[in-house]
């Protein structure tokens, strides 16, 4: 882990899950580096070439205030994991008065979650793959699912139980995400399985939005969009899952025109 926090952008995030977003927006901090390399990774520009301007850590805080005071819902900490100890202490230096998410890829060690408790209050964690062959073939980890599965259930161990607001934002919580790839419904279903019997509670969001780019053209199958039949049949098989929690993205989702711009705003 860094104790130099470097982050390339920061903004009032309108697409993000709607207890997340809200009306104002989720006031995002993109950290650079990522503790995964996916080769389909839509933020190429942070995670594999490390853009972004290294920071102090009293700054870090300011710009936890200064997206509180721009009306933010909620301070989002997207790819975290590698400056946990950064985050912390700016945390300790500046507690916001509104709820702080961790928003990681789901590679995170368990010890690393347990150092957050206190400091966080809503956990939106990928659970990319349960098979090592795919974790091992897009991000070069095969021990991913096993490291995904348990820093989710530590996650809701902490957390305990879901809280939303009047305005029906998340006050305290847990998301699970997942991105469905191409030629991956099986993968997708399996996963519906687990969240099922493991994280029944959780709110889980089923995202669309998979978009080829940089080097998912590699690979024959990440070179092309989710189809409208793969989509509808994982979307069926989690309606009959009876998961009570569930956030769906529409097909339209998978548009270059939300891949964030990085530009070092409000660094």
Request: charged share 20%.
């Amino acid at each position: 882990m860094s104790l130099t926090p470097m982050i390339a952008h920061t903004m009032l995030h309108m697409w993000e899950e709607p207890c997340i977003s809200g009306i104002n927006g989720s006031g995002t901090v993109f950290f650079s580096g990522c503790s995964l390399r996916c080769v389909f990774c839509q933020n190429w520009e942070i995670s594999h070439e490390n853009y972004g301007k290294a920071i102090s850590i009293e700054r870090l805080a300011d710009v936890f205030y200064e997206l509180e005071h721009k009306g933010a819902h909620n301070i989002n900490l997207v790819n975290p994991t590698h400056y946990v100890h950064s985050i912390v202490e700016a945390l300790k230096i500046y507690k916001p008065n509104i709820p702080v998410v961790y928003n990681s890829g789901g590679y995170d060690d368990i010890d690393t979650i347990k150092m957050l408790k206190g400091y966080v209050d809503v956990y939106l964690m990928d659970f990319k793959y349960i098979s090592t062959e795919k974790s091992e073939k897009y991000s070069k980890a095969a021990n991913y699912p096993e490291v995904a599965q348990n820093c989710i259930l530590e996650c809701i161990k902490q957390i305990g139980e879901t809280v939303i607001d009047s305005d029906g934002l998340m006050v305290k919580g847990v998301i699970i995400r997942h991105l469905v790839l191409p030629a991956s419904t099986s993968e997708a279903m399996k996963i519906i399985d687990w969240v099922k019997t493991n994280a029944f509670n959780a709110y889980f969001s089923l995202m669309s939005q998979y978009t080829p780019l940089k080097n998912a053209y590699n690979f024959k199958e990440l070179s092309r969009k989710v189809t409208s039949r793969e989509y509808n049949k994982v979307l069926d098989y989690l309606i009959d899952s009876n998961i009570k929690n569930v956030y769906i993205q529409e097909l339209s989702s998978s548009n270059k025109d939300y891949v964030p711009k990085f530009t070092l705003n409000g660094i």
